[in-house]
């Protein structure tokens, strides 16, 4: 019940601030224990083999509530208890200003290392109504591997990945960023993510969407991704 109500205090309190596109970002989004044994229990798949190799972008699939898929471990249940609450969701809801309350969660851990680029710079699915990332980096890590916003207005197309970044949301330990997506003619939420770092070799979060309606999202095609 603490965990849950030291996020509820976090959402309620966070700004909305509205450059480039309403969102927030929340420091400390979860008690350190709990965030601590969250990346214990991940590190199964952080530390694969896989992830030594340059430009390599993979995940693993950890919820897809109308599914009823979900994971076993400890903290990771925990986690996903919270967020997938009624009051929690009912908070974020009212905090966005969506007019809907969406009917499903999905949730995978998200990994790329040095070299790789997303390159497409885009608004975000329209069947999400709530997208939230979790900053799993660690101490030292390079700031700027957080992800990258833009002009709502612009054509994303025509933008350059890291020329036209307007802001960049913190790539710091148990760092959140939330918005609800749009994807209307003349406003976009415009986002990408890359790692350019030659600090950081491996960039680690756990990407979290609310969902419209219920789906199954575990068997949209990942092309170009390792699935782990």
């Known amino acids: 019940m603490k965990n849950k109500k030291h996020v509820l205090k976090k959402i309620i309190d966070a700004k909305i601030p509205n450059y480039p596109w309403p969102h927030m970002i929340i420091d400390n989004f979860l008690p350190k224990d709990l965030y601590d044994g969250i990346v214990d229990e991940v590190s199964k798949f952080t530390t694969s083999d896989k992830l030594k190799l340059y430009n390599i972008r993979a ?93 709502p207005c612009a054509d994303g197309d025509k933008l350059d990945v890291f020329k036209d970044r307007l802001k960049i949301a913190p790539y710091i330990p148990n760092c959140v960023l939330f918005f609800a997506p749009r994807d209307e003619e003349k406003f976009k939420t415009l986002h990408c993510m890359a790692n350019n770092s030659k600090e950081t070799f491996l960039r680690k979060s756990l990407q979290n969407f609310w969902i419209k309606e219920p789906s199954d999202w575990t068997k949209d095609p990942q092309t170009g991704r390792i699935k782990l």
Do not use: C, W
């Open 59 to 151: 995940y693993h699939i950890y919820v897809n509530k109308s599914i009823s898929l979900f994971p076993n471990s400890p903290y990771l249940q925990e986690y996903y208890k919270i967020l997938i609450d009624e009051e929690i969701l009912e908070t974020l809801v009212k905090k966005l200003s969506l007019t809907e309350t969406p009917k499903d969660f999905y949730s995978e851990l998200g990994m790329f290392t040095q070299g790789f680029n997303y390159q497409e710079i885009h608004p975000d699915r329209s069947d999400k109504a709530i997208t939230m990332l979790h900053y799993l980096a660690d101490e030292g890590d390079d700031e700027l591997l957080g992800t990258f916003m833009y002009d």
